[in-house]
């Protein structure tokens, strides 16, 4: 079982910027694909974007491409989301989600309990 703890979300102004963090339980983290997730109120919950088990490989949704960067420490543990030039569009609970797969594939394994980024206009 992962267990997975995300932090970092707030409140900022429109074109400001946030790091989100997940910090994951279990000493198989470094052999999972990892994903960052958002839902906005009364939308589905879409994905932001996933990073391979080395990190040599990530994928952004369009709308976040350039202004958005995933990244890892597998030596701790724990994945990151930078996020740029924020939109308030962006606003949402996002999620960290973990696969029991090498790639990002299919849905998630594992989920964290999420937190709410908001970014005012």
């Known amino acids: 079982q992962v267990q997975l703890v995300e932090s970092g979300g707030g409140l900022v102004q429109a074109g400001g910027s946030l790091r989100l963090s997940c910090a994951a339980s279990g000493r198989r983290f470094s052999t999972y694909a990892m994903g960052w997730f958002r839902q906005a109120p009364g939308e589905e919950r879409d994905v932001v974007a996933d990073?391979?088990?080395?990190?040599?490989?990530?994928y952004y949704a369009d709308s976040v491409k350039g202004r958005f960067t995933i990244s890892r420490d597998n030596a701790n543990n724990t994945v990151y989301l930078q996020m740029n030039s924020l939109k308030p569009d962006d606003t949402a609970v996002y999620y960290c989600?973990?696969?029991?797969?090498?790639?990002?594939?299919?849905?998630?394994?594992?989920w964290g309990q999420g937190t709410q980024v908001t970014v005012a206009s």
């Open positions: 989600a973990a696969y029991r797969t090498q790639f990002a594939h299919g849905r998630p394994d594992y």
């Open positions: 990073i391979n088990w080395s990190g040599g490989n990530t």
